[in-house]
């Protein structure tokens, strides 16, 4: 039996999933805010704190219309990349907790150069049903996916 190639490409789009998933959060923490036992005046102050997020994640995270937005991830002999219009193509270090799940792909990795760790959420109805089933398969099966940065 041959062994699978080094080379994997993959790209997504925006999910309606995940923007309604965070639109109800959103909600559920407005409703939270003004139900609390809380001073009239939190609440109010709380509020612009919850729509600044929305502002930052939803154009960047959800529906990846942002040039900073991640859309890609490929795999070849210099190892894994993941892309946006704003940097192109990026050398990134996956990490061991990524987690590749039926319905949804936690991808968590470190880019080059940074200590701290970034995790994206690829929902099933972000890329075709198959796609999504082979990112899960290179996720779990793949060899050499938890390293370093290749240098590049």
């Known amino acids: 039996m041959s062994s699978p190639s080094e ?3 993959c790209r997504w789009q925006g999910s ?9 959060a959103q909600g559920l923490a407005f409703l939270a805010l003004w139900m609390s036992a809380l001073p009239w005046w939190l609440p109010l102050c709380l509020q612009p704190l919850c729509l600044a ?15 900073e937005a991640v859309s890609g ?5 210099s190892g894994w990349q993941l892309f946006s219009r704003a940097r192109g193509w990026e050398s990134v270090a996956l990490r061991p907790d990524s ?3 039926p319905a949804l792909v936690v991808l968590r990795f470190v880019r080059q150069g940074r200590r701290l760790s970034e995790t994206l959420s690829i929902p099933r109805d972000a890329m075709p049903a198959d796609s999504h089933r082979r990112l899960r ?12 940065v ?3």
């Open 16 to 24: 309606r999933l995940l923007l309604t998933a965070y639109l109800t």
């Open 53 to 67: 997020h929305a502002w930052w994640v939803i154009p960047r995270r959800i529906l990846l219309n942002h040039p």
């Open 150 to 152: 290749a240098a590049g």
């Open 73 to 77: 991830l490929r795999r070849d002999a």
């Open 99 to 101: 987690l590749a799940l």
């Open 7 to 9: 080379r994997f490409e």
């Open 137 to 148: 398969l290179r996720l779990k099966f793949s060899r050499r996916r938890w390293g370093p």
